[in-house]
């Protein structure tokens, strides 16, 4: 809690990284209803939708999320050209959809679903709307810094997706975290954050432990405590830059 005469803050469960059946390594159970109704039953203040290179289910979660009086933010996993998965959260479902045009336009391919799974666009009730033929599982002709250029320019942030893997971390794919290019560096449910303190403080910027959960299963199974005075995507960026008493709790 913070002093006499400022904003009280308050410690916030958050998900930072779900994906729903949009992603085509997402079960056809992580429906946006089925997604939102299991963060809820856990506890989870806050989450951001991040499918595989595309938006198009934000809306859908966040509609299923009305009820449940949890606040979902519009993201998107992108996948830039050298194969470096990124979480880039957006402040708002149009700002997602603007970034989601830019990155379609440079991903090439089309989706095989036999070979790589339905991407199922749903609406909040379940109910099957159509399926994206893009390769959403392929990578964007955008090399990593323009990638973050363009969520930059629409006031989104950019987080590393799961850098202790070996498979389109940054890390393994680059061999180093470059500067000035993330808000925050994630680690998975199953990577050892203490393995990654120095690394985050030389970038100065925090550690997240999200569950990039593809079924309703693993959501919430990591989650991360962050102190803000309200859920939203403003103090969220406050806190992973650690403004005004906001901060991400290290654990």
Request: charged share 25%; aromatic share 4%.
């Amino acid at each position: 809690m913070s002093g006499r005469g400022e904003q009280k803050l308050f410690e916030f469960i958050c998900d930072l990284h779900l994906h729903t059946c949009l992603s085509p390594c997402g079960s056809l159970g992580a429906s946006p209803r089925g997604q939102m109704l299991a963060a809820a039953a856990r506890g989870i203040d806050m989450v951001a939708i991040c499918d595989h290179n595309t938006a198009d289910n934000v809306d859908a979660c966040r509609r299923a999320a009305v009820d449940t009086g949890m606040v979902v933010l519009a993201g998107m996993e992108v996948c830039s050209a050298e194969e470096v998965h990124s979480l880039a959260i957006m402040p708002d479902v149009e700002a997602a959809l603007s970034l989601q045009e830019v990155i379609w336009a440079n991903l090439p391919g089309h989706n095989d679903p036999d070979v790589f799974g339905m991407q199922v666009v749903a609406d909040h009730e379940d109910n099957v709307l159509g399926f994206c033929d893009r390769l959403l599982i392929g990578a964007t002709q955008l090399g990593l810094p323009a990638v973050a250029r363009e969520v930059r320019d629409r006031g989104g942030l950019l987080i590393a997706a799961h850098v202790d893997r070996e498979g389109y971390g940054v890390i393994a794919q680059l061999g180093f975290v470059p500067r000035d290019t993330y808000d925050a560096l994630e680690v998975s449910a199953r990577g050892d954050v203490g393995m990654y303190r120095d690394e985050a403080e030389r970038l100065g910027v925090p550690l997240l432990r999200n569950s990039d959960a593809h079924d309703p299963d693993d959501v919430g199974r990591v989650t991360t405590r962050i102190r803000m005075a309200h859920r939203t995507f403003d103090e969220l960026k406050m806190a992973l830059r650690g403004e005004a008493g906001r901060e991400v709790i290290q654990d």
